[in-house]
């Protein structure tokens, strides 16, 4: 089954404790990237990848980094989590950046809480 | 920068009604994509139809059609026949297709409920 994967569902942690959030797809896509979802703002972009060991900032990097070194994982880290940080994340993939036809599948969300 | 808008941050309906829901968008691009999302208590993202600007005529997807003008860039989605199974938060997307970001904008979402 095509799927984009992300670990852990939930999480509680403490302010400034390094955390992963791992992202992977079984699909083979180039493009992945990471989005953050607060209420009133939507879903905002944090960083992508459109292929291996190539990675970009999306509209809100900030406390944030990636990491690509293979082409299905794209984990999120956190170097030093503030509450700012407390939000819905989500992993998504697609095919190609270069396609016509693109469609991003998501992964089912991870739930972070910073105290 | 492209922007996405959606007005209405919630809106019921009794179970087989139709509902639409409203987005505009604000880009200078001619070529680009829309979206909508359904995001249900789940909080899976799940794509329910798409539309290529280069397209005159209107996406459907079942019981899901949207009505694209682009000229007043809007983009409503109609749910006909609506559902209990319907209900979730529903978010308009735009994308600008290119050889770099295929970044999602996102609306900020309308809290659909089908009333039983």
């Known amino acids: 089954e095509a799927q984009v994967t992300q670990n852990p569902r939930y999480l509680i942690t403490v302010t400034g404790k390094k955390l992963t959030v791992t992202c992977s797809q079984n699909?083979?896509?180039?493009?992945m990237s990471w989005y953050r979802q607060d209420p009133g703002l939507g879903l905002r972009q944090i960083y992508y990848s459109m292929n291996v060991e190539v990675t970009d900032k999306g509209d809100v990097p900030e406390g944030y980094k990636v990491s690509r070194k293979e082409k299905r994982n794209f984990p999120l880290i956190l170097e030093s989590p503030s509450p700012n940080q407390t939000s819905l994340y989500f992993c998504?993939?697609?095919?190609?950046?270069?396609?016509?036809?693109?469609?991003?599948?998501f992964g089912q969300g991870t739930r972070l809480t910073v105290v | 920068a492209q922007t996405v808008t959606q007005s209405q941050p919630e809106m019921s309906v009794q179970e087989a009604e139709t509902v639409t829901l409203s987005c505009t968008y604000d880009?200078?691009?001619?070529?680009?994509?829309l979206f909508w999302y359904k995001q249900p208590p789940s909080r899976q993202m799940i794509l329910v139809i798409r539309?290529?600007?280069?397209?005159?005529q209107n996406a459907t997807e079942n019981r899901f059609s949207v009505n694209f003008q682009k000229a007043a860039k809007s983009f409503s989605l109609k749910i006909s026949d609506s559902q209990l199974g319907d209900t979730a938060m529903y978010f308009c997307?735009?994308?600008?297709?290119?050889?770099?970001?295929?970044?999602?904008?996102f609306g900020t979402g309308t809290r659909l409920t089908i009333i039983p």
């Open positions: 997307a735009f994308m600008r297709p290119n050889f770099g970001n295929e970044k999602l904008t």
């Open positions: 699909m083979n896509h180039e493009y």
């Open positions: 880009t200078s691009e001619n070529n680009y994509y």
């Open positions: 998504a993939s697609s095919l190609n950046p270069r396609g016509l036809r693109t469609e991003a599948f």
């Open positions: 539309q290529e600007a280069y397209k005159q």
